[in-house]
């Protein structure tokens, strides 16, 4: 059957090429009825082969182009879905892990504080009642020098005395005699200072 459908197109094609040469000198041949059917059938032909082209080979090509992107472009949203949840997944934890590393900072920080506070309060201690004792111990030896002080002025002012009144006169003069006036000189003057 193709064959017969191709033998009549080809026997009409030949039948209208030989008048189209003879009419050619007539006008415009495309709108001459006589040459209709060869036009209609290279359209039939043009069209065939560029419809079995383009079925055949591009359209294929193209539709399995688009499919191939088409997949490609579903892979990658939902690579890019995972990607965001492990992304979100890993910033939960991310902030977990910060803000239980701000509450154990700020443990250790109150604990150092504690600790330190506790040791300055000991040592403060510690330094007070060593200040205590040293400032008990100052007045003791106040107290022992101000209990000690009359007797060994009196025995430095007896000394100085006779040496100058040996080096005044020229001669010496009893100790118990000057003793006797710098004891006196001493009460008077010692209730000043000493509150004897």
Wanted: charged share 30%; proline share 2%.
């Amino acid at each position: 059957m193709i064959k017969k459908i191709f033998f009549n197109l080809v026997f009409f094609n030949f039948l209208l090429t030989e008048r189209t040469l003879a009419a050619e000198s007539g006008g415009m041949p495309q709108l001459n009825p006589e040459f209709w059917v060869s036009q209609v059938f290279w359209l039939i032909i043009s069209f065939g082969v560029l419809y079995t082209i383009l079925s055949k080979l591009i359209l294929p090509k193209i539709s399995a182009n688009l499919d191939s992107r088409k997949s490609q472009i579903s892979d990658n949203i939902e690579a890019a879905d995972k990607q965001r949840k492990e992304s979100e997944t890993k910033l939960k934890e991310y902030d977990q892990i910060i803000s239980k590393s701000k509450i154990e900072a700020k443990n250790i920080f109150n604990e150092a504080r504690d600790k330190a506070l506790k040791d300055i309060n000991s040592k403060k201690e510690v330094l007070d009642q060593q200040i205590d004792e040293e400032i008990k111990k100052a007045e003791e030896e106040i107290y022992q020098l101000r209990k000690k002080a009359p007797t060994k002025i009196n025995k430095i002012a007896i000394e100085t005395s006779s040496e100058l009144i040996q080096k005044l006169i020229g001669t010496e003069i009893n100790n118990s005699s000057i003793s006797a006036i710098v004891d006196d000189l001493l009460k008077k003057e010692g209730e000043k200072y000493y509150g004897n």
